[in-house]
């Protein structure tokens, strides 16, 4: 079967297994973001929240306190607050990366200005922590509390770590597993918190989010230098012109010679970048085999997510999140 049949697509599964509710999560979303006092906050935010994305996190969540057997209402709080929570992430990534384009369309930051952007998603960080208070669970609160203090401490860590090739591929696990994998890891966890979950369900989901996480960033690295735009939803080289270290970039640096080094240094360390550099550096990745090797390893760690799903009951979700899984790396395989 084509992945371009939508029945095929293990994330098109999951929403219809949990479209009632998503719908209750969208209801909420909704809700919660409007604000009596400052319309730009729903205009902002509608813009970034209905720009057709996958709602991948809240649905991880939801299914995974399903899967567990949890009736109750909070499975619904909890993925409306992961949810703004990496919205709010993505308004201030884009002020922060000066963006033009998410999701195909044009940044928040580029249709208002980088302080609407950057308040709005403070505003949803608070909405977050109001939202995930009404569970009444300390220990939801303090994994979504500490996911977001990982994710701002990967965001930062990135920052000093651009330009720099001295970044190695142990530096770059930590930021995409700060910047990404935490929130994954997070959406898993609480939703088997909320389930009242034994110990060791709880822990393999927290290993099955963190796994798919980093596969899906080292994916999306990757797609970087050879994804159609419409797939990526923001130009392809972006990550070189905006000079970013990535996998395949560290790899190839990595390996590189003394005229290949002083190639690097130029375009990433000193920003010098001309016509036809992308097409150089992207020749020099696939010379020294790193785009194949960024593959190998994105799937590797699709693989550990699907075994860290054993501890879990037999279920159709837990089905379906192994599929998705392999999803996330099949553009790549």
Excluded: C
Aim: proline fraction near 3%; avoid cysteine.
């Amino acid at each position: 079967m084509s992945l371009d049949d939508k029945a095929a697509k293990p994330h098109d599964r999951l929403a219809a297994a949990l479209a009632t509710d998503m719908d209750a999560v969208n209801a909420l979303i909704r809700d919660r973001m409007a604000s009596e006092h400052a319309p730009r906050i729903p205009e902002v935010t509608a813009h970034l929240v209905e720009a057709g994305g996958k709602r991948l996190r809240p649905m991880l969540t939801l299914a995974a306190a399903r899967l567990l057997g949890y009736d109750g209402p909070y499975h619904v709080h909890l993925a409306a607050t992961v949810e703004f929570i990496h919205t709010a992430t993505l308004l201030h990534d884009d002020v922060v990366d000066e963006s033009k384009q998410r999701r195909g369309r044009p940044t928040a930051n580029l249709l208002w200005d980088n302080k609407s952007s950057v308040l709005v998603g403070d505003y949803l960080f608070a909405r977050s922590f109001q939202l995930m208070t009404e569970t009444d669970n300390m220990r939801v609160l303090n994994i979504l509390a500490n996911a977001s203090a990982v994710i701002a401490e990967g965001e930062v860590l990135q920052l000093t770590a651009a330009q720099d090739l001295g970044t190695t591929e142990e530096i770059y696990l930590k930021v995409i597993r700060g910047k990404t994998a935490a929130l994954f890891s997070a959406a898993t966890e609480v939703g088997g918190v909320i389930a009242g979950a034994p110990e060791d369900q709880v822990r393999a989901l927290f290993d099955y989010g963190d796994a798919l996480g980093i596969a899906f960033q080292m994916v999306d690295d990757l797609l970087d230098y050879g994804g159609a735009t419409e797939v990526i939803g923001k130009n392809v080289g972006d990550d070189f012109r905006e000079r970013k270290l990535t996998l395949p970039v560290i790899k190839a640096i990595a390996r590189a010679d003394a005229t290949e080094r002083a190639f690097w240094t130029r375009t990433i360390e000193k920003g010098q970048q001309a016509e036809g550099d992308l097409e150089q550096a992207m020749a020099l990745m696939r010379a020294h085999g790193t785009l194949e090797a960024t593959r190998a390893e994105a799937i590797a760690w699709a693989d550990r997510a699907r075994a860290a799903l054993a501890p879990l009951p037999a279920h159709p979700l837990r089905g379906m999140l192994d599929d998705l899984a392999d999803f996330v790396v099949a553009r790549v395989r």
